[in-house]
Every structure is written in C-alpha cells, then in structure tokens.
C-alpha cells in the first residue's frame, strides 16, 4: 500500500460482501523442534516480531482513516495459535473501529495516534540515551512474577544449558551491538537495577502496543 510518505509492504488486499479488507501479513520467525522447523505459539511471538508489525499497521490506520467506504486493516500474524492472540485483540480493535460512530472514531484515532507518536519518539529519544531494551530479553522480563521474569529473563540474556545443548544468549548474538550495550549488564536478579530498568521499559513498550479492549466495549 503506497502514498506519497512511503509505503507499507506485505498487505493483501480482499473484499468481502462488498467491503475492502487488507490484511498486512507478517510472519515471526520459526522455532526449532528437533531437526524440524515449527511456527512459534503466539506468546513467544515478541517484540522484535510485534514492534514492527504494530507500527506497519497504525500507520496504515491511520493513513486510510479518511477513505470512502472505510476498509479493514487487519494483521494476519503467522503463529501456531488460532484464538486469543495478539493480532485477534487488534482486530477486535479495528472491527470496533469500522463499526463505530464518527465522533468515537476520532477518539480512537487520537488513542492510536499518541500511541504511534510516543513508539517514534522513543526510538528517536534512545540514539542519544539508549533505553536498557534487549527484545528476547525484554519480553521475558514481562512476566507477571517479578522473581520468574527476572529468571527467564537472566536465560534469554546470558543463554543456559538444556537436554538439547547450549542455548545462545542474547548478548552474544552477531554481530555484538546487544553484547557491547548491555556490556557489564545481569538481569536474573529481580531487585537489581538493571532489571527493574529492563521490567519497567518493556511495559511500557508493551502498554503501548497492546490494544485497549475498553473501545471493543465501547
């Protein structure tokens, strides 16, 4: 979907019972599973799969909120799961959105707008302070017991041993930027500072690209 600030690949355009659809397609990568290649469940999808797909489709929201008749943005995330994803929650928002009445649409759009703005200032805020955000790591750090988080966060970070060898940790991956930012860095502690500063960041990344079920309800 082209306009003249850019464009938005991956996007299938349908039409059902006479409305436009256009499902932006985006597939997390696939997990290892013995000598197979299996897709991941919806919960180990993170940020490095969410963060990009939920810009992708704001903007596009955004970008067609004007258009005559109205068209559905939805995402079509490829993950093992059917029901109670992530991408069926902004779909559930976007159906909402379609079906709404003029002055709820704008409130909506405000909502969704802020949160675009504040996910783009942040990247732009951290080129010059770096927020402590690791993906892999950061998403286990979103667990809802502080001590499990800061242990599966601490695996992501620094990798561990299993049955089925060493697993890499996040600091180590190539070509070493992770490694040399968080150099000095251990997050398995939950009263350490690092990782109260890794927890507290990764809410509010999630906060922001978790959509608000109160406007489903609306």
Avoid: C
């Avoid at 909506?108 to 942040?122: F, V």
Wanted: aromatic share 8%.
């Amino acid at each position: 979907v082209r306009g003249r600030e850019g464009s938005v690949e991956h996007v299938l355009t349908t039409e059902e019972s006479g409305r436009t659809i256009r499902h932006l397609l985006t597939a997390p990568a696939p997990k290892a599973d013995g000598g197979d290649w299996i897709l991941k469940p919806d919960k180990e999808a993170g940020f490095r799969d969410r963060v990009p797909a939920f810009i992708d489709w704001a903007l596009l929201r955004l970008r067609t909120a004007s258009e005559n008749p109205l068209p559905s943005i939805r995402i079509a995330m490829l993950t093992r799961d059917r029901n109670g994803t992530w991408g069926e929650r902004i779909n559930a928002w976007d159906d909402a959105f379609v079906a709404a009445h003029a002055k709820l649409r704008e409130r909506m759009l405000g909502d969704l707008r802020a949160r675009a703005l504040e996910l783009i200032e942040t990247w732009r805020s951290a080129q010059g302070r770096p927020a402590i955000y690791f993906p892999r790591t950061s998403w286990a750090a979103l667990r809802p017991e502080a001590d499990k988080a800061a242990s599966d966060a601490g695996s992501r970070w620094a990798g561990d041993d299993t049955s089925g060898g060493r697993h890499k940790g996040e600091r180590e991956y190539e070509p070493g930027y992770a490694g040399l930012l968080g150099s000095g860095m251990e997050f398995d502690d939950a009263h350490s500072a690092d990782f109260v500063h890794l927890r507290e960041f990764a809410q509010v990344l999630n906060r922001l690209i978790e959509p608000d079920t109160a406007w489903v309800a609306a």
